[in-house]
């Protein structure tokens, strides 16, 4: 249970995603917290502190999948949604059936995503008892 606002850390390399999607976000009630460099991400991330965690997942020095990888080393009941351009969704669609098979597509959100279609995504993803990704 979660007492105050529910905390969202949002990373990606692009600085308009991030502040667009924080906006979004806050005007819903969310803290949101958002970092543009995937190292500087998990140096500062904080274990049980965050409620959901959106990232992109091709970023310079790190990419996304690698970034899920040790934050969950962090905190192995972080709940994670990845964040990818359309145009790259298919090229990640075989991988993601490798790595994640029982998840499906309701761990990723495809950019350019609406605002409603965001906040129906997150509050999804908030609502499911258990939506952090297993056995990866």
């Given at each position: 249970?979660?007492?105050?606002?529910?905390?969202?850390?949002v990373?990606?390399?692009?600085?308009?995603?991030?502040?667009?999607?924080?906006?979004?976000?806050?005007?819903?009630?969310?803290?949101?917290?958002?970092?543009?460099?995937?190292?500087?991400?998990?140096?500062?991330?904080?274990?049980?502190?965050?409620e959901?965690?959106?990232?992109?997942?091709?970023?310079?020095?790190?990419?996304?999948?690698?970034?899920?990888?040790?934050?969950?080393?962090?905190?192995?009941?972080?709940?994670?949604?990845?964040?990818?351009?359309?145009?790259?969704?298919?090229?990640?669609?075989?991988?993601?059936?490798?790595?994640?098979?029982?998840?499906?597509?309701?761990?990723?959100?495809?950019?350019?995503?609406?605002?409603?279609?965001?906040?129906?995504?997150?509050?999804?993803?908030?609502?499911?008892?258990?939506?952090?990704l297993?056995?990866?």
């Amino acid at each position: 249970m979660w007492v105050g606002k529910r905390k969202i850390l949002v990373i990606d390399d692009e600085p308009d995603i991030t502040f667009t999607l924080s906006s979004v976000l806050k005007e819903r009630g969310f803290e949101v917290i958002t970092f543009n460099d995937p190292l500087l991400a998990l140096q500062h991330f904080k274990p049980r502190h965050y409620e959901l965690v959106i990232l992109d997942i091709k970023m310079p020095k790190m990419d996304g999948f690698e970034l899920y990888q040790q934050l969950k080393k962090k905190d192995n009941r972080v709940k994670v949604c990845f964040l990818t351009a359309v145009s790259e969704f298919k090229e990640y669609k075989q991988y993601r059936k490798e790595a994640y098979p029982k998840q499906g597509e309701r761990y990723f959100i495809a950019k350019p995503i609406s605002n409603d279609e965001l906040i129906r995504k997150v509050n999804e993803m908030l609502t499911a008892d258990n939506y952090h990704l297993k056995n990866t």
